[in-house]
């Protein structure tokens, strides 16, 4: 009865999604356990290329059961029309797509709220992905927000959304035209919700059943750990909890299930959004990376900012989702560079992801670089030396065995050591 919980390990878009739908073809459930549509998890398979933003990765796979766990935060006029551009691609999510019955729902005020607060920040700018995902969590924790299963009951439901029109429509003081745009997107909300409805589900039972009868679950994380808002770089991070612990409480499932939780660590660093970011390489070198990586955002398309590994936080993600092995991906992205480095330490030895963590100033080892293009490489032994040896620094310096390395995009383009 397996559950595979998969994470990422710095600020977000390490590859979880290519990482995901390359495991699950051994699987019979994948279920996203954290976050909503503001993540972006692109998945290469069935000759196509597909963005991902609340959907799991594995229904990819047209016999992999999809899951969305209640932790998880959901727009159901977004996930429609995901759920509609998988159909125009040929693959239908009918009787195979599980939407927890607890989730809570975004109202279309909170995205204009959510705008708002991002203004009013002068100093601590978030730099959100605009998807309402910090005011659809608040809600949930202040206890009077939209969940799913409210739609049972008209009353309930109706007044609910009503509530929270006049609040939107009071706190940004909108004016006529504005009031007019928002009844038309919450009707919109409403009708969505009534369809999506249609997925509504124990998940926790479905996901029991699945491990009953033998099968692997994989949990699916979202962002990274770094966005995490217990153990990432606060304030700069999400509202969903983004380590693997969560995966219990999203998905209803007890910790003693979880067999492994696979880390999925990039060969370098990038975030999008405001914070710290010890290793950012704000110069040619990062242009470089970024070039190479086509490092920009899949759910905004802002250029991700992008800088050398940092082993120290790997190190510290690693340990607070209790990693059993790593995925190292994207290495194939570093070929070309005469050097390449890793942070190993701070100066003065301090760490923090704290409000101070902008202070942190690394301390790197200087590793060779490689020429020779490894790009959907499948043997280890037909890496260059150079990069054996990186991979090698990145397990000894993290702590953890890096089982597998990501040669490329596509589904196959891995190594198993
Ligand atoms: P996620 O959010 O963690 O799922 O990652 P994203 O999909 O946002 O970003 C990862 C990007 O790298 C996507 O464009 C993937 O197609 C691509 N990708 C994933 N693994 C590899 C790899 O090993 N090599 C290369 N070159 N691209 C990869
Ligand atoms: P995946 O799953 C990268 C970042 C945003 C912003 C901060 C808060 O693709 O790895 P939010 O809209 O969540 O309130 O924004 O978190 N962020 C991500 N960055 N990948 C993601 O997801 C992200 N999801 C949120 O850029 O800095
Ligand atoms: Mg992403």
């Not at 050097?339 to 923090?352: A, M, N, R, V």
Request: hydrophobic share 35%; with cysteine.
């Amino acid at each position: 009865m397996p559950v595979s919980i998969v994470v990422g390990l710095q600020w977000g878009d390490e590859g979880k999604g290519k990482m995901v739908d390359h495991l699950a073809e051994k699987a019979v459930a994948v279920a996203r356990f954290s976050g909503g549509a503001n993540a972006g998890h692109t998945v290469e398979g069935e000759g196509k290329r597909f963005a991902l933003h609340l959907l799991p990765s594995g229904l990819v796979r047209k016999d992999v059961i999809g899951m969305i766990g209640s932790a998880c935060v959901m727009d159901p006029v977004t996930i429609l029309e995901e759920i509609r551009s998988l159909e125009e691609n040929g693959i239908s999510t009918k009787g195979r797509l599980k939407i927890s019955s607890k989730i809570n729902l975004t109202h279309p005020g909170y995205k204009c709220i959510e705008k708002q607060s991002e203004v009013n920040l002068a100093s601590e700018k978030i730099g959100t992905t605009g998807r309402g995902i910090g005011p659809t969590y608040e809600r949930k924790f202040r206890r009077n927000a939209i969940r799913l299963d409210d739609i049972i009951n008209k009353t309930t439901f109706t007044s609910l959304v009503d509530f929270h029109t006049k609040e939107a429509i009071s706190t940004l003081n909108l004016g006529y035209a504005e009031v007019e745009k928002l009844h038309s997107d919450v009707a919109e909300f409403i009708e969505a919700t009534r369809e999506v409805a249609g997925y509504s589900d124990d998940v926790s039972l479905s996901i029991s059943r699945v491990l009953d009868r033998g099968g692997l679950v994989i949990a699916e994380g979202a962002q990274g750990s770094l966005l995490d808002p217990d153990h990432g770089s606060y304030p700069f991070v999400t509202c969903g909890q983004c380590v693997s612990g969560a995966a219990c409480t999203s998905l209803g499932f007890g910790p003693a299930l979880v067999t492994d939780v696979i880390g999925i660590l990039k060969a370098y660093t990038t975030r999008v959004g405001s914070g710290p970011f010890p290793t950012e390489l704000d110069n040619e070198t990062g242009e470089k990376i970024r070039r190479a990586g086509h490092e920009f955002g899949t759910t905004t398309g802002r250029p991700r900012r992008c800088g050398w590994l940092d082993g120290m936080l790997a190190r510290y993600t690693a340990r607070i989702n209790g990693c059993t092995s790593i995925t190292l991906t994207l290495l194939d992205v570093l070929t070309g560079f005469e050097e390449l480095q890793i942070c190993t330490g701070y100066k003065g030895g301090k760490f923090t992801t704290g409000r101070s963590m902008g202070e942190l100033v690394p301390v790197y080892e200087t590793f060779s670089g490689w020429t020779e293009d490894i790009r959907g490489e499948t043997k280890w032994e037909n890496l260059p030396e150079a990069a054996r040896a990186y991979v090698l620094a990145v397990e000894k310096i993290v702590g953890v065995s890096v089982t597998s390395i990501s040669t490329g995009p596509g589904r196959d383009d891995v190594i198993w050591r």
